[in-house]
């Protein structure tokens, strides 16, 4: 049965906010995750570059390891949201994943940080 765009919007809340919450608790523990860039407009160069490295290795990852886009019903699986974390499409299909990777190192090129 396909979901409707609120049940959708609805299961993308849902899911951030409990990332949100574990990231938050493993951070308190010493851990070091870093806090999505979902939008480009006003983030530093560093922010882009960030993100861009995070979208190409996901979608490399993802890739490599066969995850599953989308379950049973047709929802999109957390190895597919994670993307929409960042700001990019959530990927259905593997040619999305090879397109977000092609993306993520386009990016990567264009913000990497002068040495």
């Keep these: 049965m396909a979901r409707t765009v609120k049940q959708a919007a609805e299961a993308f809340k849902k899911y951030d906010a409990r990332t949100t919450k574990k990231m938050a608790e493993y951070n308190r523990e010493g851990g070091s995750v870093r806090k999505p860039v979902r939008t480009t407009a006003g983030a ?6 960030d993100r861009a490295k995070f ?3 996901k979608a490399a990852q993802a890739l490599s ?3 599953p886009l989308t379950d049973k019903s ?6 597919a ?4 974390r960042w700001g990019a ?3 259905k299909t593997k040619a999305d994943l090879q397109e977000l990777k092609a993306l993520g190192e386009r990016l ?3 913000y990497k940080p002068k040495d």
């Design 55 to 57: 979208i190409y290795r």
């Design 108 to 110: 990567k090129a264009r």
């Design 81 to 84: 949201m994670q993307f929409k």
């Design 74 to 79: 047709g929802t999109p699986t957390p190895a």
């Design 44 to 49: 530093s160069t560093g922010d882009k570059y």
């Design 89 to 91: 499409k959530t990927p």
């Design 65 to 67: 390891a066969g995850h």
